[in-house]
């Protein structure tokens, strides 16, 4: 387990955060977020206090866990009265369910129209996420596409999406309309 109120105390985020700040053209990029520790949760609470988009705000978690490099953090971005970053232990009660939960949903949603729209495509679509219980989730999405239509979606909207939960996910045609993913919870950016 992952010890997150040392990682709070070592001053290791604002370090990364100010690299980050750096090389986005953003000065002393951690005096403009505030960092805290929930001693509840035993997580970190990383929040801009203004300037940064939401774009910003995703990259800077793919910052964060690629530089931390460990399958035992989980890292989830906190949506609702601006944009913010909460780090928690992947096998915490907080870190194990943040797949089911409706920001990632929404993201995938989100994902599935722009590649739809980018078609002109506006008939119904579905999707399924099933945890299979061995730490691994399934995602399923289903449209009447064919298979070069389905591709583009897939390459260009869909795999893009799940590689910022997984980086080794992508999705695989089944067959025409139908792809499917595998999700390793254990390596998971959550947002």
Known sequence: MYDIKALYDSGLLEGIIDIFGD????DDLADYVNISYNSNKDSI???PEGGLSKDD???LADEIQEELDDSDIAIKILRGF???IEIFN????YGSTLLSEDNFKLELEDSINQGLDMLGYYDDYDYDI???GDGRVKVEVRAELDYDEFSEVIDNYLNPFIQKYDKYAYFEMEMPGIAVAFLDQTRRINR
């Open 90 to 93: 992947a096998s915490s009660e």
């Open 82 to 84: 601006g944009t913010g």
């Open 45 to 47: 609470s990383i929040k």
């Open 23 to 26: 090389r986005v053209g953003w």
């Open 57 to 59: 705000v995703l990259q």
């Open 130 to 132: 099933e945890e299979l």
